[in-house]
């Protein structure tokens, strides 16, 4: 059995799907991982450059005197550290880097046609073993864009016939309370060694500071509250 967990950006795949991919992980099936947009829209980078007060470290950041791997970091340095983020969390989690497929869509700008043609091409994708039984991605009751383009697509793409199986939405940890739309939402909770795999995914990939060897903690400057509620609750929101 084949699943595939479309993430509109790097770190949905450990904070909001994290759980349900460890568990197919467990089961014996395939996983593959494909991240749809480029990350540049992701406002850490002016927490890492400097222009803006570090909500972390409670500082502004000098990357020249901190001797930042990349020195002052370019849109394109930026967009480069979240995608070793995303890989690296890939690896972690059990996924290897031939089932990740990488698209470099504008972050923030993803359109449903888009997403369409992804989901599309993954299905005629002959590396990924068939039949792909399930196509999964982030709720279309969302409030981003990128992340309500995902879930309209799969949608619509089930209507029409072309992917068979209900496909299954997960919620973003900070929607848990405000997306009783789509439901019933079902909880799905890590256990055991699934805990510590999801812990060392974000103690040591997106948490991880070390500028001087290029870790940047991209992900965790970006949506701290997320990173410091998953370590405290284990779970993912799903629905259909």
């Known amino acids: 059995m084949t699943h595939i967990f479309y993430c509109p950006h790097a770190d949905d ?18 996983v593959y991982l494909v991240l749809m947009t480029d990350g540049s829209a992701c406002g ?24 930042y791997l990349d020195g002052m970091l370019d849109t394109q340095d930026h967009i480069a550290a979240r995608r070793r983020e995303f890989l ?6 059990g996924v290897p880097s031939a089932n990740c497929r990488v698209y470099g869509y504008k972050d923030g700008k993803l359109t449903e046609e888009q997403a369409r043609q992804i989901a599309m091409r993954i299905e005629k ?11 999964t991605t982030t709720s279309k009751y969302d ?4 992340h309500i383009s995902c879930g309209n697509a799969l949608a619509a793409l089930h209507q029409e016939g072309i992917i068979s199986t209900v496909p299954v939405y997960y919620v973003k940890r900070s929607k848990w309370k405000t997306i009783p739309d789509g439901g019933p939402v079902e909880k799905i909770a890590a256990e055991g060694k699934q805990k510590e795999i999801l812990r060392k995914v974000c103690e040591d990939v997106y948490m991880n500071w070390d500028p001087e060897k290029g870790h940047y903690a991209v992900g965790y400057h970006s949506v701290p509250q997320s990173f410091d509620h998953l370590l405290k609750d284990f779970t993912n929101r799903v629905h259909k």
Not at 44 to 67: Q, W, Y
Not at 143 to 146: F, L, P, Q, V
């Open 44 to 67: 850490s980078i002016h927490f890492l450059n400097g222009t803006a007060k570090c909500p972390i470290h409670n500082k502004f950041h000098d990357p020249i005197e901190e001797h």
């Open 125 to 135: 994708d002959e590396d990924i073993p068939s039949p792909k039984t399930h196509h």
């Open 143 to 146: 409030d981003h864009n990128d």
């Open 88 to 93: 690296s969390a890939a690896s972690l989690l």
């Open 13 to 30: 795949e450990t904070l909001t799907m994290g759980v349900g991919i460890l568990q197919c992980l467990e089961r014996g099936e395939q």
